[in-house]
């Protein structure tokens, strides 16, 4: 499907320099923030108190928020858990307070509000629980990108797995990076956000290097620059609609999905964005630059030429 069709191709690999070198700037700035300030992570990751409480009628977040407020308890998570009348609670640690007493400071700030709440369970989640998830979750990171290089490499040539991984996690640097300089909470979800914006991601670069390769055999005295350029520009329209797409659906969940989605919206905003750059102005002049060629991709034609010859 195309709303619109270019007649003449776009020359993107002549910025090739310029679009590689803006990326390799924001590179160093998240890699420079995610030194200096680190990430902000969540009850899941640092450990903290988890309590579950009950209304008999639907809950009102936003009172509650203010609630953990007025106590001094901002960085609490608060959430429905199931129903509208449960909810899940998260507090951070804190120095010099017990989970009990922690726990016990809540339920009486949440009772001068309302009389009717009940408290279903606390459970304390240790440090050494969060670090397990945050090795767990680097694991998954690394085993996706392995398996991402594996896929490309097979399915086209290893040029194409070289680039298509480093623009991938160029996207995933970048999210990471915004999370330190604003200090935005990193939690389970946004890492679940980090990890579907590496499929995401992939998924554009595949388009385009398919093209890439039906191209060297039907362009044959066409340049490689030319050929990419080809590629990018036939599949403009289909990179519009997709992603114009899944950006309104991300959109609607960042806006009114409330606050428990809205890191994971945001994580998705930012990753699809710089996804859309990365896959067609970064992977694809790398590719270019590590010297792929007509004869890496079109071998089985010439086997099937030189059988042919008498």
Known sequence: MELFRIKHDIPFMSYGRLTTSISLVTFILAIFFLATKGLNFGVDFTGGTVMEVAYPHPADITKIRKSMDSIGLNEASVQNFGTSH??????PVKKGVTSAKLSESVLTALKKDDDAVTMR???????????????????????????????????????????????????????????????????????????????????????????????????????????????????????????????????????????????????????????IYSSVLVASPIVMWLGISRDDLVKVEKKEAADATP
Not at 86 to 91: A, E, P, S, T, Y
């Open 121 to 275: 369970r606390i459970e304390f989640v240790g440090p050494q629980v969060g670090e397990e998830l945050y090795d767990n979750g680097a694991m998954a990171l690394l085993l996706v990108s392995l398996g991402i290089m594996g896929y490309l490499a097979l399915r086209f040539e290893w040029r194409f797995a070289v680039s298509a991984i480093i623009a991938n996690m160029h996207d995933v640097v970048i999210i990471l990076g915004f999370f330190a300089f604003f200090q935005w909470e990193f939690n389970l979800t946004v890492l679940a956000a980090v990890l579907a914006v590496l499929g995401y991601s992939v998924n554009e670069s595949v388009v385009v290097f398919d093209r890439v390769r039906e191209n060297f055999r039907k362009m044959r005295k066409a340049s490689v620059a030319e050929i990419i350029d080809n590629a990018i520009t036939r599949t403009m329209s289909r990179t519009i609609i997709t992603h114009a797409m899944t950006q309104t659906m991300v959109l609607s969940m960042l806006f009114f999905g409330g606050e428990v989605l809205h890191n994971f919206a945001l994580a998705l905003t930012i990753g699809i964005l710089f996804g």
């Open 86 to 91: 449960d909810v899940l609670i998260r507090l």
